[in-house]
């Protein structure tokens, strides 16, 4: 079956804009969860949904945020970028939550200039 | 909150020699979780671990699972060129969010 697909895999944006990432997860999987990767941080925690509610948030600003459609299809838009926003966005889905591990997206790589 | 500590965060070998990497946790877990990451890649599900002192082994990789539920080993023997990568544990209490360690990684020289 096909993977978790994430678009776009690479963005370039400019300091103050806004931008919007794509997550669609394995078909039947109704988790969705929101990670970001930067250098000596490892995975961050963004948001984590389950049928088209956030189930848990982490300790990003409100600049950062999130939804999931009926579907199962998940955004995350980060609104007035900074340069340190710059990093790998990954999206990891779940059958039935954390229990039965993730399945993540190749990401999308995401340049604050 | 919680966290995962994740030791150490480098570590050469050469081929052939063992490797061990450990997690910590701050609070007790429901589960731990091991990734793989490949360089340019993205982490790929290992295995999940829930019962207090669980042992499980993938041919050459064996995991385990602490008493107190509150850390975790990996331990590879006998490394080869394609073990290298960046290892990740990750924990969660029920209903939390599941929160990696910032992993360690694996280079192996032939």
């Known amino acids: 079956k096909a993977g978790v697909t994430q678009t776009p895999r690479y963005l370039i944006k400019t300091r103050g804009q806004q931008v919007t990432l794509s997550c669609s997860p394995i078909s039947g999987h109704r988790s969705v969860s929101w990670y970001q990767q930067t250098p000596g941080q490892g995975l961050q925690f963004l948001f984590e949904y389950f049928s088209e509610t956030q189930r848990n948030k982490g300790n990003f600003p409100g600049r950062f945020s999130g939804r999931q459609f009926s579907n199962s299809r998940s955004e995350m838009n980060v609104s007035t970028l900074e340069l340190g926003d710059s990093a790998l966005y990954l999206c990891?889905?779940?059958?039935?939550?954390?229990?039965?591990?993730?399945?993540f997206g190749s990401g999308t790589r995401l340049t604050v200039v | 909150g919680q966290q995962v500590m994740q030791i150490p965060q480098y570590q050469h070998v050469q081929e052939g020699e063992d490797f061990t990497t450990y997690c910590n946790s701050s609070t007790t877990l429901s589960n731990i979780q091991w990734y793989k990451q490949r360089p340019g890649g993205h982490p790929v599900f290992l295995i999940q671990l829930v019962k207090s002192g669980e042992v499980k082994k993938q041919k050459r990789l064996t995991f385990q699972f602490g008493e107190a539920k509150k850390n975790s080993s990996l331990h590879i023997t006998a490394t080869q060129t394609t073990d290298v990568g960046t290892y990740f544990c990750?924990?969660?209490?029920?209903?939390?969010?599941?929160?990696f360690g910032k992993g360690t990684t694996l280079s192996v020289s032939s």
């Open positions: 990891a889905s779940s059958g039935q939550g954390p229990l039965y591990g993730y399945t």
């Open positions: 990750a924990g969660d209490q029920a209903g939390t969010a599941l929160i």
